[in-house]
């Protein structure tokens, strides 16, 4: 469903579960970034108002996925750490060439996101399956049904925007990409490295 073309390794649960603490404070600062991508859209292309509503609606609900998230921290009796910097998102982020038209510009934005929503369902997914601590696996499990949500309404809305032959094949490409970088990544406790 995803469309991901290179699968994580399961082993990297393996990892995870050496340092829960490190994944949470990783994936919180994921929530973080997904609602400041949305307020950033609004922002930054406010005569889309379908687009708009949608996003003040994933605003709220990032911002809501930040609060579990370090609800989790603190039940472990954790404080979240410093964010650092996500390596697959500015890997990804090097695959479009900067410039074009404002809808040319929507529509990578929109395929970013798609792609990063994708991944982290992905992972959400596998955390799910194979998590040892049985109560944040269900978390996770709830959290890969919503992320898989906002994979898809990021697609349809750059289907929609941008020519869709050109979009599809846009899509391909940053498919294919972003396996490329997947090959060197997946050694860390975060959710996308």
């Keep these: 469903m995803l469309g ?31 609602a400041s991508t949305a307020i950033s859209l609004i922002v930054s292309f406010p005569e889309y108002t379908e687009l708009v509503q949608e996003m003040t609606e994933l605003v709220n609900e990032e911002i809501s996925h930040f ?29 479009f060439p900067k410039g074009g038209s404002r809808t040319t510009q929507l529509v990578h934005r929109l395929l970013y996101a798609a792609l990063i929503e994708a991944r982290s369902c992905e992972r959400f997914r596998l955390l799910s399956e194979e998590l040892e601590d049985k109560k944040l696996a269900k978390f996770y499990r709830k959290l890969m049904i919503s992320e898989a ?10 289907r929609k925007y941008g020519d869709r032959k050109e979009v599809d094949e846009k899509w391909q490409q940053l498919l294919d990409y972003e396996a490329e970088i997947m090959k060197n990544l997946g050694k860390k406790e975060t959710i996308h490295g």
């Design 4 to 34: 991901l073309k290179l699968p994580t390794d399961p082993r990297w649960v393996n990892i995870v579960e050496k340092n829960i603490e490190e994944i949470l404070t990783d994936h919180a600062y994921c929530e973080q970034k997904a």
């Design 149 to 158: 949500g906002h994979y898809t309404m990021f697609l349809n809305f750059a």
């Design 67 to 95: 609060k579990m998230v370090h609800d989790r921290i603190i039940e472990k009796g954790w404080t979240l750490g410093r964010d650092r910097k996500d390596e697959y998102v500015i890997q990804l982020m090097k695959f």
